[in-house]
């Protein structure tokens, strides 16, 4: 039994990443700490466990072998640099942190003591997105020149994101730096490392940060990736499309369709796909496996930096006002 603490329940995936560690039978949780007392105290007495307001206390505890980071991202180089040096494997949600400096300082610490990293990546490990990491790798659209994804909620226009995800100090930006999190990392991992960034962000609800946004990833062989994303759209389907010289992609929700020269023997102009790859295990469930010995984790502290290089890169370029190298 994997004996996690919850670390803050600032973030609106904690309470449900609560409830998967312990679906399974294989993690409990005996401990939570938390910024703000009173939710950290709520919280513990929801799962019997001991309530902290000194981090450094329940890091001391031998009885802890994880903890879950749902914290303020800007206090994430802090807490996972202590959790590390205390022995602690650390699965937490992205950003990694807020500066490149920090997530190395993170890397180094958890290399050091040799304890397991996972961070929350969970587009990557969906059928129809490692589909498309298939057909990048295969050739089966050639040389590829454009990609798009966009992931957008109406959290901002329908008031229901809770407002500290608007303090720009916390969060480190608004919707990018959130939601836009996704596509920001599913373009660097079908397009491969980016050399430049271009952002173009909107405010339309005044919560003082973006909630419509959009960055243009360019990449040394001259492609180019837009990442897209807003908390102003009721029912905006994910949507991903990758296209190259021999072929397109469009995946549209879970649909996903494919136009390729490469297959043009075996299919016919746009086609559904229907043979999907099987979906990889949660990342919360990729972290269990790995602390049992039973197998890997698909992302972790390069995963993490690469992603926090982007979003630096982004919102460098929103304050310069110009296109920023990478």
Not at 7 to 36: C, N, P
Not at 85 to 113: D, P, W, Y
Not at 132 to 154: C, F, P, T
Not at 258 to 263: E, F, G, Q, V, W
Request: glycine share 10%; net charge negative.
């Amino acid at each position: 039994m994997i004996r996690l603490a919850m670390l803050s329940y600032w973030h609106v995936h904690a309470r449900g990443y609560a409830r998967e560690f312990t679906q399974g039978g294989k993690a409990m949780i005996t401990a939570v700490w938390d910024e703000i007392p009173e939710r950290g105290r709520e919280q513990a007495a929801i799962w019997g466990a001991p309530f902290y307001e000194n981090l450094d206390d329940l890091l001391a505890r031998e009885d802890i072998d994880a903890v879950c980071v749902t914290a303020p991202t800007n206090m994430h180089g802090e807490i996972m640099v202590k959790a590390a040096k205390a022995g602690k494997h650390i699965f937490t949600e992205k950003v990694m942190a807020l500066t490149v400096e920090e997530c190395r300082q993170i890397a180094e610490a958890v290399r050091e003591n040799g304890v397991q990293f996972c961070i929350s990546f969970p587009h990557r490990t969906q059928p129809h997105n490692l589909f498309a990491k298939k057909a990048v790798e295969q050739g089966w659209l050639g040389r590829i020149s454009y990609m798009r994804v966009r992931n957008a909620h109406d959290g901002a226009s329908s008031d229901w994101l809770p407002p500290h995800f608007y303090d720009a100090t916390q969060c480190g930006g608004g919707a990018m730096m959130d939601l836009g999190a996704h596509p920001m990392y599913l373009c660097r991992w079908l397009m491969g490392k980016p050399v430049a960034i271009s952002s173009t962000y909107t405010e339309m609800t005044g919560h003082g940060v973006e909630d419509n946004a959009v960055s243009v990833i360019e990449f040394g062989d001259g492609a180019i990736a837009v990442s897209e994303t807003g908390f102003m759209t009721p029912n905006s389907p994910f949507m991903l499309e990758i296209y190259g010289t021999e072929g397109g992609l469009i995946i549209t929700g879970d649909e996903v369709k494919i136009n390729s020269r490469k297959l043009s023997g075996e299919v016919q102009g746009w086609t559904v796909v229907s043979d999907l790859p099987k979906a990889l295990p949660s990342p919360i469930n990729q972290f269990i496996a790995a602390l049992e010995g039973e197998g890997e984790i698909a992302f972790g502290l390069e995963e993490g930096i690469q992603l926090t290089e982007l979003m630096v890169g982004a919102y460098a370029s929103l304050k310069e006002g110009k296109r920023v190298a990478l």
